[in-house]
């Protein structure tokens, strides 16, 4: 797993834009809805509009940012660092706020964390469990549902206050 995607978020368009196969596989994951558009329109739509373009890049360029952090993490940071960074990250991208914290949008269970960060299963139930005791997180693992508890020291954790 290298990303989690949203309402309004797009995918596959490597694959159209240089006419090579795709580079991932999507899984969606409950109620999904999906639009497809055709490699053509798509192309016209790209070729015609300088706005179009210009979001890809950016659109682009946040996702590169994302990888390379992703790579750099996996080679320089602990499991630990890693997992908080992540936490952070998807709190920030899609969350529920509740009256402990903002509550993780989807179903997140421990492998899927594994799968995200390159680790085992076991060493996410351990970092959890241990953040649990803290107090930092709360995490349901029938529900899947991870709850952010202590962001500010999370963000601490990864070297970051923001």
Request: a positive charge; proline letters at 1%.
């Amino acid at each position: 797993m290298i990303e989690v995607f949203g309402a309004g978020d797009i995918f596959g368009e490597f694959g159209v834009i240089d006419g090579s196969r795709r580079t991932a596989d999507a899984v969606a994951e409950g109620r999904t809805q999906l639009l497809r558009i055709g490699a053509r329109l798509f192309l016209d739509a790209l070729h015609s509009n300088a706005i179009l373009g210009a979001n890809l890049c950016r659109m682009f360029a946040a996702r590169l940012r994302r990888t390379s952090t992703l790579v750099r993490d996996a080679t320089f940071e602990s499991l630990e660092v890693r997992l908080a960074r992540q936490l952070v990250y998807l709190a920030q991208r899609g969350s529920r706020r509740t009256e402990q914290g903002p509550q993780l949008e989807g179903w997140f269970r421990q492998s899927d964390l594994a799968d995200l960060l390159g680790a085992t299963t076991h060493s996410i139930i351990t970092i959890l469990n241990t953040w649990r005791a803290d107090g930092l997180v709360i995490y349901d693992p029938a529900r899947a549902r991870l709850t952010v508890v202590r962001e500010r020291h999370l963000q601490q954790l990864t070297g970051s206050t923001v």
